[in-house]
């Protein structure tokens, strides 16, 4: 492996950590009424999370991108030197991008292309991003790295709460049906990313507020004990994020870094305003 190109899709919201490696981003277009934007490059987080607040009737839909931009985006790293790409996607349970950029490897010749699905979305895109230059920076094969991204995969978990159950389920992104009847019933799920990447409803609690304490309660429950990396990732969400932590360092006095991070209109229009979530992966 000569040069190693990386992609990965908008739905890691790479675009809101720093860092300085070199990755190309394939992007998502967001549906706001009758008007489109391309991902954080016409629409950042802020700007749309604006928009929802100030009319509350908008309701955003997302579009992935084709297989022929996909196409693109190989040709051009192919072009740039690349022999090898990996593209990291978000959830094959959760958007067809895993399925499209398959079809888009096939349609290419002259490179190795790995489309590796990473069973979840936002931070964890991003730390397999990560892995995968360090990989390639220490000499390690792309069948090594692929097996670090394979362990980040399966070790970690996310648990979320959302303000709004009917973006989840109108986006047909709340994958077990038990949970559909939760509006109706004005409940706000524990919600998890399964070990499939599926977005699912594990247990039925009546207020946000209680479900923000739950997830809490089951990041501490599974974490006692282990080393691991604690993310925050949210739908513009400050004073939840600053009481989750403030809960977090309580309880936890030992808990080291808690990064946190926004969620990308790509994936917060699914999420909807307010959504929140607390996860960790165990370090090696």
């Known amino acids: 492996m000569k040069k190693l ?3 990965v899709c908008t739905n890691s919201s790479i675009d809101y950590i720093n860092h300085d490696y070199q990755v190309d981003i394939v992007r998502s277009t967001v549906l706001m009424g009758d008007k489109e934007f391309i ?16 009319d509350p ?6 579009s992935m991108a084709s297989t022929g931009k996909m196409l693109e985006h190989y040709e051009k790293l192919k072009a740039d030197g690349c022999d090898t790409i990996i ?9 067809g991008t895993y399925e499209n950029a398959q079809l888009a490897a096939k349609m290419i010749e002259g490179v190795d292309v790995r489309v590796f699905d990473s069973k979840s979305v936002g931070y964890v895109e991003c730390k397999m991003v990560f892995a995968a230059h360090e990989g390639f ?34 986006n047909g992104r709340l994958s077990n049906a038990a949970a ?9 799920p524990l919600l998890e990313i399964n070990k499939e990447g599926a977005v699912v409803s594990v247990e039925k609690i009546r207020t946000f507020k209680k479900a923000v304490d739950r997830v809490i309660e089951k990041y501490l429950e599974e ?4 080393d691991v990396e604690t993310f925050i990732i949210h739908a513009y969400n400050p004073d939840t994020v600053v009481y989750m932590r403030k809960s977090l360092s309580e309880l936890r006095p030992n808990i080291g870094e808690i990064k946190d991070y926004l ?22």
């Open 5 to 7: 190109g990386v992609l």
């Open 39 to 54: 991902d954080y490059e016409e629409l950042t987080a802020d700007a749309f999370y604006k928009m929802l607040k100030e």
């Open 57 to 62: 009737t908008l309701f955003p839909r997302t």
């Open 87 to 95: 593209f990291i996607t978000i959830s094959a349970k959760m958007s």
């Open 137 to 170: 920076n220490a000499g390690k094969t792309i069948d090594e790295i692929i097996k670090d991204l394979e362990y980040i995969r399966d070790n970690n978990k996310i648990y979320f709460a959302v303000e709004d159950l009917s973006y989840l389920v109108k």
């Open 180 to 188: 559909f009847f939760a509006k109706a019933l004005k409940i706000k």
């Open 223 to 226: 974490t006692e004990g282990k």
């Open 263 to 284: 969620l990308t209109p790509a994936v917060g229009a699914h999420g909807g305003p307010g959504a929140i979530s607390l996860g960790y992966i165990i370090n090696k």
